[in-house]
């Protein structure tokens, strides 16, 4: 019965022997083993550029090799980023050690959180429930999920821990309307431990939050562990239902913000140190001050170097980190948005081609948006009338008019407005 690590290993062994370690240690730097179901042997490669090129050169080999080593057939998934943190999750052994209490760094800006993620670990339903964990992408909102469910699993084995983002959560109960509720609702209402990722998907959704809020309401009762993260507090997740904005607020909330220079520079020492690479403190310096605002960025420019230096064997200093991760400092489109950006935004949220939007008809389910759109590139583009008449075909007058319209309309509707804000916010994280 092979471990993860145990097939890994052996899978190496073979693979070098028939096609030679130059050709096949470079592209298995840092590959990470996860987990060993059914068919399937899941590994996480160091980047994205690994994990497309082990799929497409070493499936077969693979295949072959661990179907022999396994005595069945089984085939390997190459996985990076948000899906091998979400297969980390399913697996019920030691996958969590990536994602410990102790691997956390912390710092002033995520010192609270980390605080009261450790004291739900240690106190499952009897300190702080839910517990709502809430800050902007990629500052470790989800660490310290995984975190609170790894130390719990070390502790109560036979804890059914439950983890899902709402996506996924929607996804099933679409799922459940056509199959029936029996299955779906044992699965989280009979949880010991329930982590849902990004609730703020919740919006808008009236069907979702009616279930999701019996769900909280029978774990809740039945004193089991909620632990939530969101992107926003509860109160600023547009249509939300009072009820369960109550409950959300009901228990600890804990923020997360953007860490100082310090943290940013003890991360990267952390994460090069994990990855066995030894990097220079003016490398470290270059990379903490120009990634500021998000953790995942800044282990994946270390990933990244680190996978060069593996691959190519060029030595770590700061002309090969700049040219290594320059394309994450590129000017993101998001700081200044462009127009075809807002539109294409727009067209998304509201299910409206863009061409209509653009286009000369007045239909009531047109207005709104072309409203908003008009509004948007106002405020985060700064385009002159004139110039949001040209993209969206409309006479100068007519997008003051919208605009005025649209405005008038936010101080007195408030869903509108978060609406509004919300599409806002999605414009500028792009």
Known sequence: MYTPEALLDALLRQLRAEMGEVLVDPWFTNAEPIAIRDDLFVVEAASELFRDTLTKRFTDNVSEIISGLLGRPARPLYVYGAEADSWRLQSDSSVYAGYTFEKF??????????????????????????????????????????????????????????????????????????????????????????????????SGKVQLQEEFFHTFEALFQANRQIVLTSDRPPKEIATLSDRLQTRFESGLLADI??????????????????????????????????????????EGAVKKIAA?????????????????????????????PTPEMILKEVSEFYSIPMERITGKSRGKEVVLPRQVAEYLMRELASMSFPEIGKVLGQHHTSVMYGIDKLTASMAENEALRDSVNDLRKNIQSK
């Open 105 to 202: 760094i912390v710092g002033n800006s995520n010192k609270f959180a980390h605080a009261a993620a450790l004291a739900v670990a240690n106190n499952p339903a009897r300190l702080y429930n839910p517990l709502f964990i809430y800050g902007g992408s990629g500052l470790g909102k989800t660490h310290l999920l995984f975190a609170i469910a790894g130390s719990i699993r070390k502790k109560h084995p036979n804890f059914r821990i439950v983890y899902i983002k709402s996506e996924d959560f929607m996804n099933e109960l679409v799922d459940a309307l056509q199959t029936g509720f029996s299955e779906f609702r044992a699965k989280y209402r009979q949880a010991d431990l329930l982590l849902m990722d990004d609730v703020q998907f919740l």
């Open 257 to 298: 913000q953007s860490p100082d220079l310090e943290t940013r520079m003890a991360m990267v020492k952390a994460k090069a140190n994990n990855l066995g690479i030894d990097m220079p403190q003016k490398v470290v310096d270059y990379i903490a001050e120009n990634i500021t605002n998000n953790v995942r960025e800044l």
């Open 308 to 336: 060069i230096n593996g691959l190519m064997g060029s030595p770590i200093d700061l002309p090969m980190a700049q040219n290594a991760i320059k394309d994450i400092f590129k000017e993101r489109p998001g700081l200044h």
